[in-house]
């Protein structure tokens, strides 16, 4: 029996709540941690494309952090390629490339190229075989002109671009990617969904998950869309079938929805 990619089981992650002035003295009972994520739970097939979708605050990041293993699970288990990212992190690591439009995590001083030597250098790549992912990346992303440049003198949109170069250079088996379009302008951005489809998935086939606030990117990109609203997983399937499941005309319907009946139930509860 195949491996699933991604296994998610009963991830949970709580963080601590600030307590300052009089509020940490007159309300004692106060809860000191607010839930991210609550008992999530769901699966990811190898060369299957999934779609985070939810308002902010309801949990996207958090989950792909965890995946990521840049943060640990506060209950529940995550497994990347069959490593768990708390146990196993750095095998999980290395079964994976990671990009959040939010994230830099360059070397402001250094150029382009540099920046992505050193990280090419980080996934065990040298030499010719570095020179070689490194110029497909830079290709693919339009950066040709810019990596001879300081990445602190790049525009926002250029740096986003050099961290999904940095995430695709060593050919990871599961791609996480945070709102991955959401800094490209539109033909750029249209170019790496066809490479990102094309490509990755359907020639390497990677395995693709990723947030997003465009329902046209996901029912472009996605095989199943995953929903959470304050922590909570709402839905898990195919975009025609939430359609069904709700007789809704479109994604967009479907998906609100999904979200005011989650809301009644935590009424009712």
């Known amino acids: 029996m195949a491996t699933s990619a991604l296994v998610i089981e009963e991830v949970e992650k709580y963080f601590p709540v600030p307590q300052r002035g009089w509020r940490a003295f007159v309300d004692p009972f106060a809860p000191l941690t607010q839930p991210a994520l609550c008992g999530v739970s769901f699966r990811v097939e190898p060369g299957e494309v999934t779609a985070l979708i939810g308002a902010n605050g309801s949990g ?44 830099g995590g360059f070397y402001g001083r250094l150029s382009a190229r540099e920046n992505l030597e050193f990280f090419a250098a980080m996934n065990n790549l040298f030499g010719k075989q570095a020179d070689e992912r490194i110029g497909e990346v830079t290709e693919l992303m339009g950066l040709g002109a810019f990596l001879g440049s300081q990445v602190r003198t790049l525009s926002t949109g250029q740096v986003h671009r050099l961290g999904l170069a940095r995430a695709m250079l ?35 086939g990677t395995t693709v998950l990723f947030s997003s606030h465009t329902l046209a990117e996901v029912e472009q990109l996605a095989d199943r869309v995953v929903l959470l609203d304050k922590g909570l997983l709402l839905a ?34």
Request: net charge neutral.
């Open 236 to 269: 898990c399937d195919r975009p025609r079938d939430l359609r069904g499941a709700t007789g809704a005309d479109t994604l967009e319907q479907a998906l609100e929805r999904l979200i005011l009946r989650g809301h009644h139930a935590e009424v009712a509860s």
């Open 60 to 103: 996207k990041s958090t989950l792909l952090r965890i995946l990521a293993t840049l943060l640990v699970p506060t209950r529940g288990c995550a497994f990347v390629a069959g490593h768990d990212v708390e146990r196993e992190a750095a095998l999980a690591r290395a079964q994976l490339g990671f990009h959040s439009a939010t994230d």
């Open 170 to 204: 060593h050919r990871p088996s599961v791609l996480l990617l945070d709102e991955p379009t959401r800094s490209l302008d539109p033909i750029a951005a249209s170019e790496f969904r066809r490479f990102l489809k094309a490509e990755l998935v359907d020639r390497h």
